[in-house]
């Protein structure tokens, strides 16, 4: 690392914070300005990688052709102003834009390969000096007045070792908090909402939540019609007492300087106006009014009904700066328009809300090539997507989607792995509201919840090595969200299938008849049937989980669903009756799964996730769920040391082919499921994390399964039938795209003898991934959860 360094330079190669005792060592770490590269055995690949793009890197030559590419883009801008309307100068605008913004990225980081990996971190006195003052003013913000800091580097063969120096002393403690105000109707604001504040007698004084209690406080009176408030309006003032360590905090709300007081603003107008997308219709008006807004509509093609009843802000009522975000987020989520602005007019303290809006495209195809990865097979793909939007003029969406794409799938016969081939295209009408009989006022009462009503029809075509399957889908949906989006809920009022599977490959009915035979009665699955179910779903996102850039988030998804219910009214055949030629089916299904993210510090995370899901059949089931209601367990996303839906169920004893006795060669369907996935996260160098991680769970049946001997649920042995497994990952983040490798190996294999199921002792010198098929490698794209 030390290589080609000039005299006097020295690379960084160590911090250390020293005296840290009551103050948050992990944010006094994220303030030091230079950070040691990351090394493993002494060297820092990412630093390697970097050396090693900048053999084929020459700054001049980019900064000159980011010279030249600007001087074109001016040119073309130039060309612009006297043809605003040519499509071509346009695209080449764009383009020009998109060439500077990445021959700019170049200039400062580097080649793509340059940017991969590190530069060494060379030492920087002036960053050091910056770290101190960072120290200092952390340290005074967080109530450690008295707090000293110093630093001191050591230099050893090209190597800087710094030692930042703390003596915290004692924090200053807030012994009051009171506020000064002649606003009556401020101070009973803040009174009532007085337990939310952030600021705590008791508590060490902390800048920080002198600054997010003036962002509350702002938040509480502009959502109370304090529409001209700003939190510039507060002020704080510190009485400090150095011998009792104790600070009086005064706050105080200022007068405004074009009043006497802070008014409460009300609204007594509403307008809302569709902008035309052109000069064609700029005489064109329609005017109309409806739940006390004014519209303007430039083609009578809109309904005022819908838009008004994603208004949140009502004529007569004070201003709400919250309802005004909510009324611009609704309307944006309606798709129907290019942008949604809102701005208030003041006369005196009355407001008039405009609202301006410009209409979509009316129709937007949509083609997406892609590539997806399961079983370590890539499976290309191609969708197209059409929309119509306000199909209906009352904003509905028709859509009609096509996708046909291959995928890896592991053969349930035991013949490897093969691409599977899958065709499926749906049309569907997305209405902006409930569809309910007998409900007129549901539109204004629920328009609030972003409310949708999806009909769709659908044809799905499955080409496995094992069978060829069929089915026509048709689906009556619900769906809603909290007004914070914090919750969204679906129902599946009516989902309804006709299922075929016109063929079945000799050998994969063979292994059908031999599980009927022994009482398996899986073969019912895959005769013709009609498949109808009503479900429910609810996911809870906490502090938007999928961003994984926050803190501590978290994710839970509820679902529940009951297939072939209505047939308890009917007199119908059960699937065990003789000479049946058509199955169906009646079951229960639910499923709990959390996932939790956690930020140890900007490197390294924590995440987990729990699953359970349990699915019972009754009735002319006979015992047997349709295929694909079954769990399997295993694979990229379950536990990853068994390949895709070859774990469980229970103790019961796999199938082994030719490749040893971890090729097991059949799935394994199962009616109930529990897994847990732990993971270590850790940043390495440029675009590549790692991970460490380990999988714990398997797959049972409810009853006993004559086929498949200890298949079957049962308290007092379960917790004996855990699956674990163990490894670790390497994780490619783009940003837009995540790269995954892990390799897992088996820990725990509850398919083994009890008494010999511990099995990472097959590892060894000889066998650093134990016996044949106990590692497996798994190559996806995106996190496993």
Sequence with gaps: ??????????????????????????????????????????????????????????????????????????????????????????????????????????????????????????????????????????????????????????????????????????????????????????????????????????????????????????????????????????????????????????????????????????????????????????????????HGIDFSFYQDRYSAKILASRIQLQEGSSYSRTKAIETQRLLNNLDLFRFVNITFDTLGTSLTANIFTQPNQKYQLTNQLGMTITEQLPGPFFSTALRNRNFFRAGEILEFNFRAGLEGVASATGQGVYQSSEVNTSVSVIFPRFLLPFSPGSLQRYGKYNPNTRVQFGYLFTNRPEYKRNAVNGLLAYTWSTQNNRQTFTINAADISYIRTPFIQDEFLTILQDLQSEGNNLIWSFLPSFVSSFSGQTIINFNRYGDFNTRKASLLRLFGESGGTTLNFFDVRSNDEPGIEYANFQWLKAQADFRRYYPLNDKQTFAYRLNFGIAQPYGVSAGILPYEKYFFAGGGTSIRAWQARRLGPGSSIPISGEGGQYDYTTEQPAEMILESMLEYRRKLFGYFDMALFIDAGNSWMIGRDDARPGADFRYDRFYKEIAVGAGWGLRMDFDFLVIRLDLATKAIDPAMPEGSRWVLDNISFQQPFGKKGQTVFNFGIGYPF
């Design 1 to 290: 690392m030390t290589k080609n360094l000039e005299e006097g330079q020295y690379i960084v190669y160590e911090n250390e914070l020293k005296g840290v005792q009551k103050s948050d060592l992990e944010e006094l770490s994220k303030l030091i300005e230079q950070e040691p590269n990351t090394r493993f055995l002494g060297t820092s690949l990412g630093v390697l990688i970097y050396r090693f793009g900048s053999n084929f890197y020459d700054s001049a030559k980019v900064a000159d052709k980011l010279a030249y590419t600007k001087t074109v883009l001016a040119d073309i801008e130039a060309r612009r102003d006297s043809l605003p309307q040519d499509r071509k100068l346009r695209k080449k605008e764009e383009k020009l834009e998109s060439k500077i913004s990445g021959l700019e990225k170049k200039l400062k980081f580097g080649n793509a390969v340059m940017r991969t990996g590190n530069p060494v971190v060379i030492l920087d006195s002036t960053l050091t000096d910056k770290t101190y003052r960072n120290l200092k003013g952390y340290l005074i913000n967080h109530g450690f007045f008295d707090a000293e800091v110093d630093y001191a580097v050591e230099t050893q063969k090209k190597k800087a070792f710094i030692q930042y120096l703390i003596t915290e002393n004692s924090p200053y403690i807030l012994d009051s908090v009171f506020t000064r105000s002649d606003n009556t109707e401020i101070l009973k604001f803040l009174e009532q909402t007085s337990r939310n504040s952030l600021i705590k007698q008791g508590e060490t004084y902390n800048q920080d939540n002198i600054g997010a209690e003036r962002n509350r406080i702002e938040e509480v009176l502009k959502n109370n019609g304090f529409f001209m408030f700003s939190k510039s309006y507060i002020n704080y003032i510190a009485y400090q007492d150095t011998s009792a360590k104790t600070i009086r905090l005064e706050q105080v709300i200022q007068k405004p300087t074009f009043s006497e007081k802070h008014e409460v603003y009300t609204i007594d107008s509403i307008t809302f106006r569709i902008n035309p997308p052109n000069d064609e219709y700029a005489d064109r008006r329609i005017q109309s009014r409806y």
